[in-house]
C-alpha cells in the first residue's frame, strides 16, 4: 500500500509539472494551481490538476488514522462525540484516541511521535513548543473553565473581592495568572489575599471550615462540588471577566495541536480536523445529556448528571484561524508579561500557529 501510495503520488507531481510548467509547484501547493483574480479558469490543466490533487489528500487521509492523546478533563469533553462519530465512520478522518491523566504524558507522545494530533494546555503547548518545535496549533478546544465560588451571597462582582481570602489551586501557573490579571485590571491585586493549595478537593474542604472564604475552582469540579455541599454557589466566571477588560484575548484553557510531519505529508489533515472537532464540539454542546454518557464511558467524569450540568459550562468551542491566532497570542502575551517561564521565556513565533491557506 505504501508503495501504491508513493508512485501515485510521483505520478500528480510529474502531471504537476507537465501542465503547469513550473517546476517550483508541487502536489500539496494546490493554491498555486489556482487562476489569478480576474482571470478566466482554463478548461483543462492547471483547475483540474488541483482537483485530482485535492482529491487524492482526501483519499488517502481517510485512509489511515490519527492518534489523538488528550488530557482527562474539559479538553477531552469537546472531542466526545467526535470520537464516536469516528467509530461509525461518520467524520472525515478516523481517529484513535488516548486519554491521559497528566499533561506531561501527553506531551511525551507528541515529542516521540506517538500522538499525531495532542490536545494540550495553552501554556503548556508554547512551551514546548518554544523547547522543540515540530507541530503548530490549528484550533482553541476550551476557554476558560474557572469560576469564583463561596459560601452565600456576598460576591456579585470582582470588587467584591476586595478585602477577602481567595483559596485556589495552581500557585505560579495559569490559574493564579489569570487571577492576578483580573484583579490588576479592577486595581484590587493588592487588596485580595491568595491563598494556594495543592488540590481542588483541599480548597472545597477549606472553604466548608471557613465559610468567609472565596474559592476558584475549575469545572467540572466545580458542578461536582456544588451538587455535594448545597450551600455553594458560583459566583463569577473568569472567561467573562476576563473578556471585560482584555480587548483581543481570550481566557483560554486548551488548544489542538498537529504534528507538523502529518501536515508535510498530506495538508488535508488540517481541514478535516478542523471541521470534524467543529462539528463534533457542536454535537456535545446541543445536546449535553447524549455527550454525557459518552463523556462518563471515557472515564472523564464520574457521573452523567455532573457531565450534563457541566457541558455548558466548560467554554467549549472550536475556535481556528485568524480569530484563534489572535485570542490565543493574546492571552499567551497576559502570561508572559506576568512570568515569561509560563510559556517558555518568549513569545511563541508565527510558525505556531496553523492559520490555513
Request: proline share 4%; with cysteine.
Amino acid at each position: 500500500m505504501k508503495r501504491f501510495v508513493i508512485f501515485t503520488l510521483i505520478a500528480v507531481l510529474l502531471l504537476g509539472l507537465c501542465a503547469c510548467g513550473n517546476p517550483e509547484t508541487n502536489a500539496s501547493d494546490t493554491q498555486n494551481l489556482q487562476p489569478p483574480t480576474g482571470e478566466s479558469t482554463p478548461a483543462t490543466g492547471e483547475s483540474n490538476l488541483a482537483t485530482r490533487n485535492r482529491d487524492t489528500d482526501r483519499e488517502e487521509a481517510q485512509e489511515g488514522v490519527l492518534r489523538i492523546y488528550s488530557l482527562k478533563g474539559p479538553t477531552s469533553m469537546g472531542i466526545a462525540t467526535m470520537l464516536r462519530d469516528s467509530e461509525a465512520g461518520k467524520t472525515e478522518l478516523r481517529y484513535e484516541s488516548t486519554i491521559c491523566a497528566a499533561a506531561d504524558e501527553v506531551t511525551a507522545a507528541l515529542v516521540s511521535g506517538k500522538a499525531d494530533v495532542a490536545l494540550l494546555p495553552a501554556n503548556a503547548a508554547a512551551n514546548l513548543f518554544n523547547k522543540s518545535g515540530g507541530f503548530s496549533v490549528v484550533a482553541i478546544n476550551t476557554l476558560g473553565v474557572l469560576y469564583v465560588v463561596e459560601n452565600g451571597e456576598t460576591v456579585k462582582s470582582i470588587e467584591d473581592l476586595a478585602g477577602k481570602t481567595v483559596c485556589l489551586t495552581g500557585k505560579g501557573t495559569t490559574p493564579e495568572y489569570a487571577l492576578r490579571h483580573i484583579l490588576a485590571a479592577y486595581g484590587i491585586e493588592d487588596k485580595v489575599n491568595l491563598e494556594f493549595k495543592s488540590e481542588a478537593q483541599e480548597v472545597v474542604a477549606a472553604m466548608s471550615e471557613n465559610v468567609a472564604m472565596i474559592g476558584v475552582l475549575p469545572q467540572p469540579f466545580v458542578t461536582a462540588a456544588c451538587v455535594q455541599n448545597e450551600n455553594l454557589r458560583v459566583a463569577l466566571d473568569l472567561t467573562k471577566e476576563w473578556e471585560a477588560v482584555s480587548k483581543d484575548s481570550a481566557l483560554v484553557t486548551g488548544v489542538t495541536v498537529i504534528r507538523n510531519e502529518v501536515l508535510e505529508r498530506n495538508p488535508f489533515y488540517a481541514s478535516a480536523l478542523i471541521k470534524d472537532c467543529t462539528a463534533g464540539v457542536e454535537a456535545v454542546n446541543a445536546d449535553p445529556a447524549a455527550a454525557a454518557e459518552l463523556i462518563v464511558n471515557m472515564g472523564i467524569v464520574a457521573k452523567s448528571p455532573i457531565a450534563e450540568k457541566a457541558i455548558p459550562a466548560c467554554n467549549l468551542v472550536c475556535i481556528h484561524g485568524k480569530e484563534m491566532k489572535v485570542l490565543l497570542s493574546g492571552y499567551l502575551q497576559t502570561l508572559y508579561d506576568q512570568n515569561p517561564k509560563a510559556v517558555g521565556e518568549k513569545m511563541p513565533a508565527d510558525e505556531f500557529y496553523y492559520v490555513g491557506e
